[in-house]
């Protein structure tokens, strides 16, 4: 397992990857705000989601027309019956929407969609240089300032200890990412559990924000200016940690605890004993204040998946499952289903814990906004045609969209909505008012349709 302080010291990126977010610039001047935060949780799967898989089985024949010549259609849900694997948010029909028809040709799509899916560009391969702009959820972490300003987990590769993620501070600026549990309570809790460490990461600090430190990177040109840039605000993370190290006492109120299956990276756990124990950390961070934005690579296709029901003594692999190839007997549409259950879990602990915490005069999950989506598009090689969500929504949400099945108009027609035009909407609804967030796509553009802008029906 990595440690972080083995991260810094030969990641390429340096400090620069440290997520030194505007949102740690601002985090002291909104200390004294009372005001409630709003919260948003990303949550990015592998492989692609079906469109029929999200559909209603009971669908009218009317509405079954329109939804499979994927036309526009809006319909309640509390007068259907979910699919399979999304029944265990049965009682949370009210928060929950499934949003069908959003375009995401601007993201990379196929296999992976590495940084670009956050972002809508193209992400040539996962290269630094083509991390055009900050990513959605910095971008939202930036108008609910924390201390962690944004908190990235990933389960992707199997990886452990802290390692690049995918989001995006800034332009050709890559993330940083807890790939294992017990990383990720470590370094989240570190004043509560290890304040010490707290301390001798700031030495750390120290180090990097010096010229030598720079050269010791072997860091030139445009490179090393970019680094020597962020490296100029390194100052709010030892602030950060001083603060923290003051609010030890009640952040240990919400000290989460791991089974001893999960230390050293957790080698030895089951993939639904690490995704249980990485909830109980993200729910923790949320609890504790220390983050009001999370994006979750629950999966990629190299995470090992072992455990499932099901395929209990299997290693299932997504990657192949994606081809239809059986693991143990059990058919790949069946595992696929039981994998987005193992998902959707995972989902309904954070709405109901989250909906068991008091918060104003209701609870946390009222102010919460949770998205999962396939990261590369509507199937196993997406082209970006469909990126097709699951949205679970709090009452405060500033979106009017709770309750409903909605299928949007398909792309190439007039009234169509990109990846674009939803992160526009979520930005635009909770005060950043630019005009469209992300590229374009071009097969809009050559047909001089609109597509700019934010998804305005669904703003309350």
């Known amino acids: 397992m990595n440690s972080r302080r083995n991260f810094l010291k030969t990641s390429a990126l340096g400090a620069g990857a440290m997520a030194l977010a505007p949102s740690f610039n601002q985090l002291f001047a909104a200390s004294g705000s009372t005001g409630i935060p709003k919260r948003f949780i990303f949550i990015r799967k592998s492989s692609g989601i079906r469109p029929l898989e999200m559909a ?29 694997w999304l029944r265990g948010l049965d009682a949370h029909k009210e928060n929950m929407t499934i949003l069908q028809g959003l375009s995401a040709k601007m993201s990379e799509n196929v296999h992976y969609s590495f940084s670009s899916v956050m972002g809508c560009f193209k992400s040539n391969r ?49 993330n940083y990412c807890y790939a294992d549990p017990d990383t990720a309570r470590s370094e989240l809790f570190k004043a509560v559990l290890n304040p010490d460490a707290v301390n001798s990461d700031n030495d750390m600090l120290s180090f990097l924000k010096t010229q030598e430190g720079l050269k010791v990177g072997g860091i030139r040109g445009h490179e090393k200016r970019r680094q020597e840039t962020q490296i100029e605000s390194i100052h709010a993370i030892r602030e950060r940690n001083k603060k923290l190290i003051t609010l030890a006492g009640s952040l240990a109120r919400h000290l989460p605890e791991l089974d001893p299956v999960h230390a050293n990276g957790g080698a030895n756990a089951s993939t639904p004993e690490k995704q249980a124990a990485m909830t109980d950390v993200l729910i923790a961070a949320l609890k504790a204040g220390l983050t009001n934005v999370v994006t979750y690579t629950i999966d990629d296709l190299g995470t090992p998946i072992t455990g499932l029901p099901g395929n209990e003594t299997d290693r299932v692999g997504i990657h192949p499952l994606g081809h239809d190839e059986a693991f143990g007997g059990v058919p790949a549409w069946k595992t696929r289903e039981q994998i987005r259950i193992s998902h959707v879990n995972q989902i309904k602990t954070i709405v109901e814990q989250l909906k068991q915490t008091p918060e104003g005069n209701g609870s946390m999950f009222d102010n919460t906004m949770i998205m999962y989506f396939p990261e590369n598009g509507e199937t196993h090689h997406g082209i970006g045609l469909e990126s097709p969500s699951l949205i679970m929504a709090g009452n405060n949400c500033n979106l009017d969209i709770a309750g409903r099945y909605i299928r949007l108009p398909v792309l190439g027609v007039e009234g169509h909505k990109t990846l674009g035009n939803w992160y526009t909407t979520l930005l635009n609804a909770h005060g950043n008012p630019m005009k469209h967030y992300g590229d374009l796509d071009l097969e809009m553009a050559r047909k001089k349709l609109d597509q700019t802008g934010a998804i305005h029906q669904f703003i309350s």
Do not use: M
Request: net charge neutral.
């Open 56 to 84: 209603l089985r009971d669908f009218s024949d009317k509405d079954k027309a329109l939804d499979e010549k994927k036309q526009p259609l809006e319909v309640d849900l509390d007068k259907h019956e979910l699919p399979k």
């Open 126 to 174: 996962n290269t630094l240089s083509a991390i055009k702009r900050t990513t959605i959820d910095f971008e939202l972490a930036k108008l609910f300032p924390s201390p962690f300003g944004h908190v990235e987990l990933s389960f992707a590769g199997g990886r452990s200890g802290i390692v690049s993620g995918y989001s995006a501070p800034a332009p050709q600026t890559r």
